[in-house]
């Protein structure tokens, strides 16, 4: 009989202090593997203070954190992690296309995945051009590309779809769980409550405190909600 499956993620008591004060307050969870789990809440609730801490640049982290098993921001992990961010990672100077085999390069990526990629986040068209013309959409698109390089077991995405149209959305989202169906694992953040109806598992933070962590239909019936607007309210209101 095989082993049970350890964790993507496991979090017990995590809290982070910003500019003298706590901002993430003791977070304790797990979430599994081979699954797309939306981090949803405000702007300004420690979505990417979270995220930052499990992909170890956040250094004022404390508690007990384990990503695939390993410490955040250990050396193996860097390599099978995936990090994007909300600021572009991506150089000016180059084109898109040169961005994506650089970066490709330094994550040991199939050089076809670069060509792979263009056509996924719709850069096809753009990618010749330098990135610093690109517009910001466009660089946003660029940086969740170099993200996806080396198909990582873990892709953490800090709000990737943010300003998107509906289209390049519903792509982006097939996308995903493409990813997730050849075992790797997402966690994706979003201040959209219609994001979190896409997700399997849910983690509702709110002034870095996790009100929920349930599939959406759980919350739903949990709160007795129509929807999960109005579950999230009911939860703000029952910690009121």
């Known amino acids: 009989m095989s082993a049970a499956r350890a964790p993507a993620i496991s979090v017990r008591d995590l809290r982070v202090r910003r500019g003298g004060r706590e901002v993430l307050h003791g977070l304790t969870f797990e979430l599994g593997t081979g699954l ?39 050396s193996e992990l860097r390599r099978r992690l995936g990090y994007g961010t909300q600021s572009q990672a991506c150089y000016a100077d180059l084109t898109v296309r040169e961005n994506l085999r650089y970066f490709g390069a330094l994550v040991g990526a199939r050089r076809e995945q670069a060509e792979e990629l263009l056509e996924q986040v719709d850069l096809r068209d753009a990618a010749g051009q330098l990135a610093r013309s690109l517009s ?14 080396g198909e990582p077991e873990l892709l953490v995405l800090d709000e990737p779809t943010v300003g998107l149209d509906p289209l ?18 997402l966690l994706v953040s979003s201040h959209v409550m219609e994001e979190a109806a896409r997700c399997q598992e849910v983690l509702l933070l709110r002034d870095g405190s996790l009100l929920a962590h349930a599939t959406p239909s759980e919350l739903m019936r949990a709160t007795g909600a129509g929807d999960l607007d109005a579950a999230f309210l009911a939860l703000v209101a029952e910690r009121a």
């Open 36 to 74: 797309v789990a939306g981090l949803i809440g405000p702007s300004g609730g420690g979505k990417t203070t979270l995220m930052r801490a499990l992909v170890g640049v956040q250094r004022s982290a404390r508690g007990e954190l384990r990503v695939l098993g390993m410490a955040p921001g250990s």
């Open 136 to 149: 910001g959409g466009q660089r946003s698109r660029l940086s969740l590309a170099t993200a996806l390089l």
């Open 168 to 185: 390049l959305r519903e792509r982006l989202w097939r996308m995903f769980r493409g990813i997730v169906e050849r075992g790797a694992t």
